[in-house]
């Protein structure tokens, strides 16, 4: 079975520029996550979906930042527009349902915004 | 505000030996408990999971559990330099919203 597929796996880019990143769950499961991981803070859950409603979003750090999950197999984070402090590996995460709460997360996307 | 808390390490253990890592956690109401391990540079990988009071093994991997304490451990039995790594330990409520400790860097030696 495919993991949890993210795109790109890298990312360089300008301050200022959109970024968008991608997230493919693992098929039949309901909950999706977006984190940030950082040396500084660590990893920090941003927001997370279920059945593609998003259910909390305390954890994004602005209004540059906005996550969408158009349906059960697709979800993009958006940063608009990016800064340098943005740079971090950003993972997503998904679980099968609300009595299994394993995550499974995918490779990553490394961002650099230069 | 939930925290998780783990000794940051690093962690240094000869080959074969036991590795103990600790995990504490400030939310009483807490409802499942989880171990990943994550390799520098690629995704935190699930290790183990544990919902009740008690040891859960698998392999040589060993999860306690201890809800009074607020405390969970992850010991792993004759340690090899593979399982050099960030072990991090994720905490749960009724939901599926995780808060991950800062993680415990293992460093196993040959």
Known sequence: ?114 | QKEVEQNSGPLSVPEGAIASLNCTYSDRVSQSFFWYRQYSGKSPELIMSIYSNGDKEDGRFTAQLNKASQYVSLLIRDSQPSDSATYLCAVGGYGQNFVFGPGTRLSVLP
């Open chain 1, 1 to 114: 079975d495919a993991g949890v597929i993210q795109s790109p796996r890298h990312e360089v880019t300008e301050m200022g520029q959109e970024v968008t990143l991608r997230c493919k769950p693992i098929s039949g499961h309901n909950s999706l996550f977006w984190y940030r991981q950082t040396m500084m803070r660590g990893l920090e859950l941003l927001i997370y979906f279920n059945n593609n409603v998003p259910i909390d979003d305390s954890g994004m750090p602005e209004d540059r930042f906005s996550a969408k999950m158009p349906n059960a197999s697709f979800s993009t984070l958006k940063i608009q527009p990016s800064e340098p402090r943005d740079s971090a590996v950003y993972f997503c995460a998904s679980s099968p349902t609300r009595n299994r709460v394993e995550q499974f997360f995918g490779p990553g996307t490394r961002l650099t915004v230069l």
